[in-house]
DNA sequence: TATGAATGAGATTTCATTCAT
DNA sequence: AATGAATGAAATCTCATTCAT
């Protein structure tokens, strides 16, 4: 009773917190493995070990988890985005974008898997669906940012960003789901950078 | 499927065969709205303005139809594939990319509602979703023919190949979700063949 | 496709009929044995001798079966509080009042069940609930009707009607739960007339 | 239920008995605004601003509060019941009558949240429910007693103290519900014992 | 004496598929 | 070829009750 007494589910205290972080978790695995729809609460509260009553007293319905799970990834995300270094064309330039495109491929790796549902969610128009979009712009603002700082000419920049978000998004959720093999990651980082260099300061 | 019933002239279809072809168009549009998993029978029949019963006739279920759309869809993108011109650095070059940039998008518009759910479709791992790694894989090998043909160094041709068709598909994505206005269509194609040219014959 | 195509459940056609007729018979039955709340869809749809499914093609819950069932018990009575006779002290006005009672009693019988229940829907102020209302004033204002062409004087119709409806209703409603034998049915009639007829025009 | 247990003044009842006393309040108010079914645990300790795991230290269960509470009730209409006035033809008996009739108007003010429940309950057919049907019959047993007493002829007794009674309880429903505004309390009383005064004695 | 997170049985509701007409 | 009412398995969600703290 000393802490806020909001209503609905979603806040119960201090003992319940892991048993919210271990239906979190689980909720990634099986979206990640299904999509939302097809998801069963069933196996999501299997996967947390814990109830179906439980469920309900952290979470309004599968989709609630849902959101909550992409807002973390949403946040990860945008923080990466503002994290993009300036584009020049010399090998320093290069070096730190192909670091940058490392750590996007780390990040992909670990929240990818919740990303890939966002492309289902986008049908339903929903607010999960909106995050997705709100993040990948937050993408293409920062490279419409860097691209104008960089002085780069002979190019639209808002349409040459999302041009270049959208290779390093697909790329990278192939490389996840299995079109290139593991080893293949720095491969892929550094192509990333070069062609992004290329684009903007090539013939 | 056996062909025209009647001798008499223009063709004229059974009933049957369009009947199949209006379940065919409703479980596109359906599919697109709402996903696989989530399309019901019923919106599908009652967009084809016809019966649950009908529907069974057809199809075996659900899944089949997507199938049959999938099988479509992979057909006339698995011949636009082939038709990726050679790559060259010269202007002619870049005109003739831009030329099959707009084919794609063109292709894509039409068929992208079906395309979009092919992710949705892969993770359960089904022979639908196996049929659009099997679409990208042809765009992936045309396109390592091609670099392979263009004597470009510098660059894996299997990775490179791998970001450009993710930016070429992604991009035509962000154009149909409404991250780009109608308008940016030309521009997108234009953007697209200079960095992949570029990205070949690039600094 | 002749009919109307009004969207949501409720409209089958032809053959469904005899179903939805069970299923509101069923339903009569279970709300009566154990209150609307209490009443589960499955004892419905086990006394329809149907399925889940089938209860869900014809109504959209429970509550809108009971509804329906209401609307109907409604008009019955509306349409018998408008035949109550005109009020006279004479032993012609005390038969025809006695009638009518036992009118009363026979409808009664035959929809109390549901009419048991409209107490209980009262409570969470829905359609249904304010339907018994409804029903009753019906009553008291035909009954308030006739006191003020009776002549009568030295009591507050409105008063007066209402003390006398409420005998009614409440009366036959301990006729039915078994506070009287069947027997005293024919007796009970006799005496509410005699006791409206002594309130207008006793000492 | 022990009594006091510090010999201090004041009767500093212990802790656990304004616990027990807050949740019958409370129970009082979600059984009559829902019923006894449909009444919440939940709803019931929030308004008591106590726990679940309280509420089953007093309780073993939900039912058991409806119960406590209807033997307060039942114990308070039952002597009202022994209370009735001797029923005379004069003005004496009359005026005896109509207090009475407010004595029970403001019972049932204070109790007929409880009651109005009983009535759901008796489709059950648990205790709860044979409570109520006892102390109607209470009130009938008193009425056919100063019936049988006042020498009115021409009558049954068992049948008109039955009509009358249920004519006193709902009405007094009907005030309670909106169908009457509370200025109409003292008209209602009189109004009741003037109709049963002319049911016994009147032409 | 009090708490409230956890439980799971049981209820509601949906929807792919069948089948008599 | 077509229909659409019927089915029931499987999903979602609720809530009385328990129990570790």
């Known amino acids: ?4 007494t909001s209503g609905g589910p979603g806040t119960p205290r201090r003992r319940g917190e892991q048993t919210r972080e271990r239906l979190l978790a689980a909720g990634a695995g099986v979206f990640a493995a299904r999509g939302v729809h097809a998801a069963r609460v069933d ?8 109830s179906h ?3 309900y007293l952290y979470f309004r ?4 988890l849902f959101h909550a799970l992409a807002q973390q990834v949403a946040g990860d995300l945008e923080a990466l985005a503002a994290r993009l270094p300036a584009l020049t064309p010399d090998a320093a330039g290069r070096a730190a974008l192909g670091a ?3 750590d996007f491929a780390a990040l992909y790796a670990e929240v990818g898997a919740v990303m890939r549902v966002w492309t289902e969610s986008e049908m339903v128009a929903n607010d999960a ?3 997705g979009t709100t993040v990948w712009g937050a993408f293409t603002a920062a490279l419409v ?5 960089s002085g780069a000419s002979g190019l639209d920049p808002g349409v ?7 290779m390093i998004e697909r790329a990278n959720y192939y490389l996840l789901t299995g079109q290139l093999t593991e080893a293949d990651g720095p491969r892929l980082a550094a192509t990333l950078a070069r062609v992004t260099q290329s684009a903007l300061f090539g013939a």
């Open 129 to 131: 669906g909106r995050l």
């Open 160 to 166: 040459a960003a999302l041009a270049i978000v959208a």
């Open 145 to 149: 940012d860097r691209i104008r700082a």
């Open 61 to 64: 319905n599968k989709e609630e």
């Open 1 to 4: 009773m000393g802490g806020a």
């Open 43 to 50: 196996d999501i509260v299997k996967g947390a070990r814990t």
């Open 53 to 55: 009553g439980t469920f």
């Open 100 to 102: 940058w495109m490392q």
